[in-house]
């Protein structure tokens, strides 16, 4: 089995799970509908093109660092009524400042995930994190790995490990405060007892189906260093 990791750092994110009207929430990391629609993105495939191929990879996400919740108050005029006239409608529009994530996608197919991988590389549109103002701070491909993890020779990325064990093998993108002693991890899980409705059966209707996940922490020592996180320089 082989994982896709894929790292995910934005001053701002935003990964809509239930919103309504005028008020837009955001999930505490990013939802498999983001994370699909980020590989859509990277390899130029458009919202009435199928999915079903990316939306069947289980996915993981490790929460390095939570961000912090924040919202935006915007307002937006001329919007037509059901009596056919216009108003001005106030929205509260939620968001993740400075969170980091290690995404990972698993596969028994490796050449699915060479071409996930390749295309993170070289997006043929431009990918953002939930929102289009909201750019990454690095690039989603990531450009090394340590040696004691087994992977392909040519795409550090892609780690020769099943997606939990990958998560939790790979070193952390960014620094922690001390009183952090673990990390979140949310994998996707038949045997899960939390149900997200999340997963995208296409993007030009709207409509998606539930999966199940489970819930799990990393715990971590802090070694008074950084031999324990990866510089964020090896992301380029």
């Not at 919740?69 to 915007?74: G, N, P, S």
């Not at 400042?97 to 698993?106: H, Y």
């Not at 929102?131 to 795409?155: A, C, D, V």
């Not at 045997?191 to 189906?209: M, N």
Request: hydrophobic residues 35%.
């Amino acid at each position: 089995m082989h994982t896709l990791l894929i790292q995910i750092a934005g001053p701002m994110q935003s990964w809509g799970l239930s919103s309504r009207f005028a008020e837009r929430d955001t999930a505490t990391e990013p939802t498999k509908s983001g994370i699909v629609g980020l590989i859509c993105a990277s390899l130029g495939r458009g919202v009435s093109e199928p999915i079903s191929d990316l939306t069947r990879l289980p996915l993981g996400i490790r929460v390095d660092r939570e961000g912090k919740m924040r919202y935006d108050y915007q307002t937006a005029e001329d919007v037509m009524t059901a009596e056919g006239g216009t108003k001005t409608v106030p929205s509260k529009r939620y968001y993740l400042s400075d969170a980091v994530f290690l995404a990972g996608i698993e596969s028994a197919d490796l050449a699915v995930l060479e071409q996930i991988a390749l295309a993170l590389k070289r997006p043929v549109w431009q990918v953002f994190l939930g929102r289009k103002s909201y750019l990454p701070s690095r690039p989603l491909f990531i450009s090394r790995r340590p040696g004691s993890i087994p992977g392909h020779p040519e795409i550090p990325g892609i780690v020769n490990l099943p997606l939990y064990d990958a998560l939790v093998s790979f070193p952390r993108l960014c620094e922690l405060d001390d009183t952090v002693d673990r990390l979140r991890i949310i994998i996707e899980s038949e045997r899960g007892t939390i149900v997200r409705k999340d997963v995208p059966l296409s993007f030009d209707s709207r409509e998606y189906d539930t999966r199940r996940v489970e819930i799990k922490y990393m715990n971590i020592k802090h070694k008074g260093g950084t031999d324990d996180v990866a510089d964020p320089a090896d992301a380029f």
